[in-house]
């Protein structure tokens, strides 16, 4: 064993520790949850969803991460259909038009969804009835007969060791390959019959990702608003997207900007130190579509180093099987929410196979199963 457990602390046993309360996370456990498994989810932050990420503002909520849901696949249909029954999410807008040097024109007519109480609404109730443990970062990993993780607090109380049976550590790769890496080591203490396939590694080291700024602010409710709630930029050199996230909450008053910048102009800020000067370069593009703009009444910024995989693997999850340890995200199998919801299916479906427990034969009967139980109210 490379790694032992502090002396005196207090530890947990589960049969799967899942690092990481994204959608591939939360899926995963739950679909491991209701195989009978004891599941454990541990989460550096304090919310969940990872970028199902909503601010809280005053009188308003604001999506800073993924902007809205609309249908991917069989998977986001179901979820959509499941959270909208429960009035979790309404329908928001169809056509999202587009801005761009030419002025703005139509979109396509794909109905998008939102949140009255923000998009994290959707992760909150994708983790019910889960063990969470939040503001826990998972300080290092190692390997005996079962899984030992370390953990410090990143907020909060600092809660006890976990010991699992089975990882799936669901993360951007950078941050589990930070986490895994060590374990790679000469003497790392891997019993010769657990070590991972050779390309394990490789595969761990090869996704790359682009960055995105986000920028929120509030103005007061006498600023005039255009027609249009949402528009994307696809041929902007800077900005990907621009909406008015109060039109999500009925009721709402105050106006609430979100900017979102594309992958080009967050590489060239990516270690920016003043985000604020950012944020405010950002709002001032918004005045070509605005000149009445105002100076904002709150400004906030927030920088996803890791938005989007620009190089997704091929498969919905990377196994290194014989040791029972799964990564997953929506680096697996592609970039978007759809792929989060496969990728945390597989590789639910992969650890319940290393613990001698099989799944539904197919995606669609399982995660049926999985959205009947959480619109009924999992018991």
Known sequence: MSAEMEEGAMQSQFDVA????????????????????????????????????????????????????????????????????????????????EWSPFGISAGLDIQHYGSPNGI??????????LEIYRGQRVQSVAFGSTW????????????????????VVAIPAPQALLLLEPLANIGAGLPTDRLP??????????PTFNACITAIATYPSSLALPAWKALTASQDAEIAWISFDQSKS??????????????????????????????????SRVKELIPQLPSPDLLQVHRWRYAFARNPLAEPYLTAAPLPLVCAGDWCGGRQI????????AAAAAIAHQLGTSMADSEDSFSELIFSKLLNGIN
Not at 51 to 56: D, H, I, P, Q, Y
Not at 254 to 268: H, K, M
């Open 18 to 97: 899942v690092v990481g309360a994204g959608v591939s996370g939360l899926v995963c456990a739950q679909a491991l949850r209701q195989q009978g498994h004891s599941v454990v989810v541990l989460e550096k932050s304090r919310g969940l969803g990872g970028r199902l990420a909503t601010r809280r503002l005053p009188h308003a909520f604001a999506d800073h991460g993924v902007r809205c849901l609309q249908v991917q696949g069989n998977l986001s249909q179901q979820l959509i259909q499941t959270l909208a029954a429960r009035a979790v999410i309404q329908p928001w807008v169809t056509a999202i038009e």
């Open 197 to 206: 396939p050779g390309d394990f590694w490789a595969k761990l080291r090869s």
């Open 120 to 129: 994290t609404a959707a992760a909150k109730f994708l983790s019910t009835g």
């Open 250 to 283: 009925p009721g709402a008053i105050d106006p609430v900007l979100v900017v979102q910048s594309n992958a080009a102009f967050a590489e060239q800020h990516r270690e920016a130190e003043d985000l604020s000067a950012i944020g405010q370069h950002l709002l």
């Open 338 to 345: 759809e792929s989060a919801l496969q990728s945390g299916l």
């Open 148 to 167: 030992e993780l370390m953990l410090e607090a990143a907020s909060g109380e600092r809660m006890p060791n976990v010991r699992a049976k089975a990882l």
